[in-house]
């Protein structure tokens, strides 16, 4: 098993950052992510980091500006959002996996463990 708690998020202007964190307890992950969901959408894919070697993956919405990062020691993972737009207001979910993935990465169905969700409302 798995917990995530996921922390960080809140109101910002567009152009400004957030920086939202993820903790997890319990078993060790082989990949972590963060996907996001806004009203009437599916959850989408947001950025991935595998928990060896640390290869990070990114959707191409986010590519540049935001950046998935990890502390191993801490068991925590992090996500940095730099230059917010308001397409980006939505639940931002963070996701382990204790598969083995490789092109499944930015999909959701390896992940088996979800957080709650934090709020993130980008205004224009």
């Known amino acids: 098993q798995v917990q995530l708690v996921e922390s960080g998020g809140g109101l910002v202007q567009a152009g400004g950052s957030l920086r939202l964190s993820c903790a997890a307890s319990g078993r060790t992950a082989s990949a972590m992510a963060w996907f996001r969901q806004a009203p009437g959408n599916e959850r989408e894919f947001v950025a991935a980091i595998k928990w060896n070697g640390g290869a990070t993956f990114y959707a191409d919405s986010v590519k540049g500006r935001f950046t998935i990062s990890k502390s191993s020691a801490e068991k925590m993972v992090y996500l940095q959002m730099n230059n917010l737009k308001p397409e980006d207001t939505a639940v931002y979910y963070c996701?382990?996996?204790?598969?083995?993935?490789?092109?499944?990465?930015?999909?959701?169905?390896?992940?088996?463990?979800w957080g709650q969700g934090t709020q993130v409302t980008v205004s224009s």
């Open positions: 996701a382990a996996s204790r598969r083995t993935i490789n092109s499944t990465i930015r999909s959701r169905e390896p992940y088996d463990y």
